[in-house]
């Protein structure tokens, strides 16, 4: 049965809060528009929601605030300026100021039997070719873009909607419009903007998309051309992904709420926020000494245990304080408990699989830190050594097992991410994927290429192989599948391994 709408004004809860029911929001002319779905809340800024206006489907963004008038502007010029250069953008239908005069509202038509790029990509796991043509696509729209002067500063995935064989570019307010053509520099930087929100295994491809590209602008690439945009391509990757993760989720955001106490600093997972996982938040050491804990760890630096709280399994990683200097050491510090929330959301920003994170907490003293508390799901697969050492496991399995893991590897090294302890226990087998646990040590380097990384990441190699030292036959079906994803990359001779030399041919 579905819910009637509520009729709000712009500054209740249903808009502002949590609510994420349907409601009604009465406009300027008289009529209302039914928010049925809120897809995306920035809180104290915007929502955005999919519903109904006069009987037609709709988006609408309702801008709040004291910069809300100045948004909506924003947005609304960058719609205009799409629309005069001949780029595919769905139509604004309606734009004013609520009756409340609390912020300002514009609504676009519902392009339908669409989805945003990203969905789309999501959607062809697997299918490398198709990967690779929606890629394509992509790029010549914003070859398209810059020949008519359209520079989009906000260049994500979700901000073009596929319609079969058409492109739509969404969100205005990141438009900005020049006079003429953008030139060579500035084309460069913002193409690397794009692709730097594919994976980085795809990157093998910029090549062949910067040869798309090129046709498009009538121009000619070079090496230097090539080195320059896979350069810009690694800066945005990283730096986006450090703004996220190391800075993002350590406020009041979209995906998480803070909460900010002279004796303690909470963040938590908005997604998974409820009375079951606040009632750990509030007394994590009982649940840690109740009899169903299950305790995986007890020791001086830290203590881990499995609860079950509501329908879920959660991990509880306590960061112990050992003693006086040891708390006077830490208590100016990021603690290992956000290190390790941070580094969770870092590598699944990159697609890696691993404990969803759901909270990180704090013991403070106004600045300084004493306990903290790391809360994750339980991920329920063998670790990686347990597997091996089944017998009942075929060896189809072994050998997927292993490519899936030489595959993980080789992307942290693509990605200039250390994990500093890859030992068995750290690498779980779910439906014969890998997924990557404790991260507290994990980091990543600027520069992914450098001699000092990788070092670092032959380190983690020999380190993970060294898991099964006393199992020659595991250990060679290991370093076959590594042989096969690196290549002759020389990391893996730094790691004592012998690689695959490239052939060249003479003739």
């Known amino acids: 049965m579905q819910t009637a709408a509520q009729t709000v004004i712009l500054g209740s809860p249903a808009v502002l809060g949590a ?21 995306r809340r920035v809180p104290g800024a915007r929502l955005v929601c999919s519903g109904r206006w006069q009987g037609r489907a709709i988006y609408a963004k309702i801008f709040i605030g004291p910069r809300a008038e100045r948004h909506a502007a924003r947005d609304r010029r960058g ?20 009756p409340d005069g609390a912020g300002w509202v514009l609504l676009f038509e519902a392009i339908e039997d669409s989805c945003n790029a990203e969905e789309y990509l ?24 810059h020949q008519a002067g359209v520079r989009q500063t906000d260049l994500y995935l979700k901000n073009f909607l596929i319609q079969g064989e058409r492109v739509y570019t969404l969100d205005g307010d990141g438009i900005r419009a020049g006079r003429g053509p953008l030139g060579p520099r500035r084309s460069l930087r913002n193409l690397a903007l794009l692709l730097s929100k594919f994976d980085v295994e795809e990157d093998v491809h910029l090549p062949q998309l910067l040869q798309v590209y090129a046709e498009v602008r009538g121009w000619q690439t070079d090496a230097r051309m090539l080195r320059r945009l896979e350069e810009a391509v690694w800066r945005h990757r990283y730096q986006v992904a450090q703004e996220y993760a190391m800075r993002k989720v350590l406020r009041t955001c979209t995906d998480v709420r803070v909460e900010k106490r002279w004796d303690r600093f909470l963040a938590v997972a908005r997604a998974h926020d409820g009375p079951e ?47 006086f200097w040891h708390g006077l050491k830490i208590a100016l510090r990021r603690s290992r408990a956000v290190r390790s929330w941070c580094n969770a959301h870092l590598l699944r920003m990159y697609g890696i699989a691993t404990a969803r994170p759901l909270a990180v907490l704090e013991r403070r003293f106004g600045p300084l830190r004493r306990q903290a508390y790391f809360f994750a799901e339980w991920v329920d697969g063998p670790a990686v050594d347990e597997l091996f ?9 072994r050998r997927e097992v292993a490519e899936r893991l030489a595959k993980l590897l080789h992307k942290l090294y693509l990605l200039g991410i250390e994990h500093g302890d890859l030992k068995a226990d750290n690498l779980k087998i779910v439906d014969r994927g890998a997924w990557l646990l404790d991260l507290d040590a994990l980091r990543q380097y600027r520069h992914a290429r450098s001699g000092r990384y990788r ?43 012998s690689i695959i030399e490239e052939k060249v041919s003479t003739t």
């Open 19 to 39: 609510e994420d029911g349907p409601f009604s929001l009465p406009l300027s002319d008289g009529t209302s528009v039914v928010c049925e779905r809120v897809v």
């Open 122 to 145: 999501a959607s062809l796991a697997g299918d490398a070719q198709a990967r690779l043509r929606l890629m394509e696509t992509l790029v010549r729209v914003v070859a398209r873009h």
């Open 79 to 98: 719609v205009r300026w799409l629309q005069e250069r001949g780029i595919d953008t769905p139509a604004l239908l309606y734009e004013a100021q609520l």
């Open 389 to 397: 050492a089944d017998a009942s496991v075929a060896d189809e399995v």
């Open 277 to 323: 996982l606040r009632a750990l938040l509030d007394r994590p050491d009982d649940w840690l000494e109740r009899p169903a804990c299950r305790r995986l760890k007890t020791g001086n630096t830290c203590t881990i245990g499995v609860v079950t709280a509501g329908a879920r399994r959660i991990v509880i990683k306590r960061y112990n304080v050992k003693g």
């Open 455 to 497: 070092r670092r990441h032959a380190r983690d190699l020999r380190r993970f192989l060294q898991n099964w030292q006393d199992a020659p036959p595991v250990r060679a079906l290991l370093e076959s599948a590594l042989r096969r994803v690196y290549g002759p990359d020389p990391v893996l001779r730094r790691a004592g391994l």
